[in-house]
C-alpha cells in the first residue's frame, strides 16, 4: 500500500481555477484511485494576496474545508507560518488542535527557532529549506 501526504493551497495560480471545499474531497479520491492513502492532508494557509482581507471570512472559508475533510476521514493538518497564519487568519487560534507544519527557511534542521502562533505551542515538520537541489531534483527540505 502506498501513502502519500498532500497539500491543497488557496492559490488562483494565476487566475486559473479557485480551490472549493469539494477539492479536499478531490484531493483524496485522487490518491486513492491509483491505490494510495492519503496520511495527512495539509491545509497551506499563505499567500496574502490570494486571500480575503477579512479574517472572518478566511476562518470561515478554513472551517468549511475543515468541516469537509473531517466529515470524509481525512487526517488534516495546517501548513503556514506566523507571518502568513497572522494576517490571513487574524491571529485566530480556532484550528489549534490540528497539526502544525510550519515554514521558517534558516536552514537549522530544529524547531528552537519556534515562537507559538495562532494557539500552537509546539510544531509537527519545520520546513527549513526551500527550493534546495537534491540528487538532481528541486525539494524543499523539512525536518520533524
Not at 485522487?30 to 499567500?47: C, K, P, Q, R
Request: glycine residues 8%.
Amino acid at each position: 500500500a502506498k501513502q502519500i501526504d498532500d497539500t491543497i493551497n488557496y492559490l488562483a495560480s494565476h487566475n486559473v481555477r479557485l480551490l472549493k471545499k469539494g477539492e479536499t474531497v478531490e484531493a483524496n479520491n485522487n490518491a486513492t484511485s491509483v491505490g494510495a492513502t492519503v496520511g495527512m492532508l495539509w491545509l497551506d494557509i499563505e499567500g496574502t494576496q490570494y486571500w480575503s482581507s477579512s479574517a472572518s471570512n478566511n476562518i470561515n472559508f478554513l472551517q468549511s474545508m475543515v468541516n469537509e475533510g473531517n466529515a470524509r476521514g481525512v487526517n488534516l493538518g495546517i501548513y503556514t507560518s506566523n507571518s502568513q497564519w497572522s494576517p490571513i487568519m487574524g491571529g485566530s487560534t480556532q484550528f489549534s488542535k490540528y497539526p502544525l507544519w510550519y515554514a521558517h527557511y534558516d536552514n537549522n534542521p530544529s524547531f528552537s527557532d519556534f515562537t507559538p502562533f495562532g494557539g500552537w505551542t509546539y510544531p509537527n515538520i519545520k520546513q527549513y529549506a526551500g527550493t534546495t537541489s537534491l540528487c538532481s531534483a528541486s525539494v524543499d527540505k523539512s525536518w520533524y
